[in-house]
């Protein structure tokens, strides 16, 4: 578990690494194909029908499930940080592992962000968890994450609008909290100013919390929180 420099959490936990879909802005790819790649290939412990020569294949690091149990602090820890936990080639039963510790180490409050929402709604999350998706424009792959977490049961479902890549006209009813932030990296494409602002006018007028990255280069600091309901 690492102290992260991720503005809405204190630590990353990554008991698995890894994911099947390859979004061409991800950083953890380009992690898992740069300095991280020897240390990933070192676990031999790689999903059913992935590749282990491939340093991105999801792999369970079982070693890792303590990692929060160490940490007396209350902390925020964002969860997978580094992978896809709902990945479709990720078992059920590393899955529910990762679920199960986190529940257990109640003191902490543990972020979930997805772009595998359908799978994630067949899950029970712990009552200290927060579960986000991630939606970067207005495709139907993006739609139906929407509909998938209307239907999941958490006591904080969130927005993760990072990378903001087209401008966003609804927030659904449903969200606790967003968060806006740009693409960064190699050929990185910076939001449109007003795609920011319809954001955070709709999220105003709905109630609902904002959190700016500092990657927007917004003039505005806000880092508000969610409410739970």
């Known amino acids: 578990m690492n102290k992260t420099k991720i503005e809405w959490a204190d630590y990353t936990w990554s008991p698995i690494t890894g994911c099947t879909k390859r979004c061409s802005y991800c950083y953890a790819h380009r992690l898992a194909k740069g300095r991280l790649r020897k240390l990933y290939l070192s676990n031999p412990n790689v999903a059913p029908g992935c590749d282990p020569s491939d340093p991105f294949a999801p792999r369970f690091w079982a070693d890792r499930l303590d990692e929060p149990f160490n940490l007396k602090t209350p902390s925020k820890i964002f969860v997978c940080s580094m992978g896809e ?3 479709p080639l990720v078992p059920r039963e590393w899955k529910e592992k990762v679920l199960a510790a986190a529940g257990e180490a109640d003191w902490h409050t543990f972020q979930f962000l ?3 929402s359908q799978r994630a709604s067949q899950f029970i999350f712990p009552h200290n968890a927060w ?6 424009n207005n495709t139907l792959e993006n739609h139906n994450r929407k509909t998938d ?14 990378p903001l890549l087209a401008g966003i006209l609804t927030i659904p009813a449903w969200a606790n909290w ?5 693409m960064t990296g190699p050929k990185a494409i910076k939001p449109q100013s007003y795609w920011v602002h319809t954001l955070i006018h709709i999220a105003d007028r709905m109630g609902i919390p904002v959190f700016l990255k500092d990657n927007l280069g917004w ?3 806000r880092r508000e929180w969610p409410r739970r309901r």
């Open 149 to 162: 977490m209307s239907a999941l049961k958490a006591p904080v479902r969130f927005i993760s609008y990072e």
């Open 114 to 116: 997805t772009k595998q």
């Open 131 to 136: 579960v986000g998706i991630t939606i970067e």
């Open 85 to 87: 936990l709902f990945d």
């Open 178 to 182: 967003i968060i806006i932030g740009a």
């Open 219 to 221: 003039p505005e600091v």
